[in-house]
């Protein structure tokens, strides 16, 4: 019996295993898209494994896999950040039972809760970071 596939709430992606965060890795490095056999090229497992890895990495939706030929190019769906985002969101919130920034922010306070003055400063805060950008 095949066991299911741990997500990553909110954004319903599907967790990846340390070797296939790898694979992810060099198809990170590469939004335009990169050639299977480069990335065979870049690992030292067995041909079949490297397959393999790459074919589950796009059975989780993380990228679209468009054939060239003998081989695949690999471009991924989703960015780093946006992995690590949901990988970071499901952690905190199975782990510690953090489930919003204020919870973090209360957490590294040592407490469970934020005053009104230390929530609206947070708030003022996390503008001024998406300004930035």
Same mark, same amino acid.
């Given at each position: 019996?095949? @066991?299911?596939?741990?997500?990553?709430?909110?954004?319903? %992606?599907?967790?990846?295993?340390?070797?296939?965060? =790898?694979?992810?890795?060099?198809?990170?490095?590469?939004?335009?898209?990169?050639?299977? =056999? !480069?990335?065979?090229?870049?690992?030292?497992?067995?041909?079949?494994?490297?397959? @393999?890895?790459?074919?589950? %990495?796009?059975?989780?939706?993380?990228?679209?896999?468009?054939? !060239?030929?003998?081989?695949?190019?690999?471009?991924?769906?989703?960015?780093?950040? =946006?992995?690590?985002?949901?990988?970071?969101?499901?952690?905190?919130?199975?782990?510690?039972? %953090?489930?919003?920034?204020?919870?973090?922010?209360?957490?590294?306070?040592?407490?469970?809760?934020?005053?009104? =003055?230390?929530?609206?400063?947070?708030?003022?805060?996390?503008?001024?970071?998406? !300004?930035?950008?």
């Amino acid at each position: 019996m095949k @066991t299911p596939q741990k997500t990553l709430e909110p954004l319903g %992606i599907k967790k990846l295993s340390k070797t296939e965060l =790898e694979f992810m890795e060099v198809i990170w490095a590469h939004p335009q898209g990169i050639r299977s =056999e !480069d990335i065979y090229a870049k690992f030292s497992q067995a041909l079949g494994t490297k397959s @393999t890895i790459l074919h589950r %990495i796009s059975g989780k939706g993380l990228v679209t896999a468009v054939r !060239d030929g003998r081989h695949h190019i690999y471009m991924p769906k989703i960015s780093r950040e =946006e992995y690590m985002q949901a990988f970071f969101q499901e952690k905190l919130s199975r782990e510690f039972g %953090i489930t919003s920034f204020e919870g973090l922010a209360a957490a590294f306070c040592g407490r469970t809760k934020l005053r009104p =003055e230390e929530k609206e400063r947070i708030g003022k805060l996390l503008e001024e970071l998406k !300004d930035d950008d």
